[in-house]
């Protein structure tokens, strides 16, 4: 069992930055690959940025591709997203997750979720 909670979200003017951590429960952290999902208002939960649980492989949807950056801190049992050049469209519920493989779909352990919002 792992339980995740998200931080760090916030209102932010667009092309500001945020940093939104995960911290993990449980001596199991570092055999997880974490990622995090985002979900705006009427849209359906998307996939942002995933790594894997040596920190060794990362991934990134397009739409984030050079402006955000996922990484883990294994002795923290935390997961950080940080963000930077954000826009109105970056404006969601962000959700930190974990999960056995790094390619799989779904993740295992969600977190509640933390809000970020992006204003023009």
């Known amino acids: 069992q792992v339980q995740l909670v998200e931080s760090g979200g916030g209102l932010v003017q667009a092309g500001g930055s945020l940093r939104l951590s995960c911290a993990a429960s449980g001596r199991t952290f570092s055999t997880f690959a974490m990622g995090w999902f985002r979900q705006a208002p009427g849209n359906e939960r998307e996939f942002v940025a995933a790594i894997s649980a040596s920190g060794v492989r990362t991934r990134y949807a397009n739409s984030v591709k050079g402006r955000f950056t996922i990484s883990r801190d294994n002795a923290k049992n935390t997961v950080y997203l940080q963000m930077n050049s954000l826009r109105p469209e970056d404006t969601a519920v962000y959700y930190c997750?974990?999960?056995?493989?790094?390619?799989?779909?779904?993740?295992?352990?969600w977190g509640q979720g933390t809000q970020v919002t992006v204003s023009s």
């Open positions: 997750a974990a999960a056995v493989t790094f390619t799989q779909y779904p993740y295992d352990y």
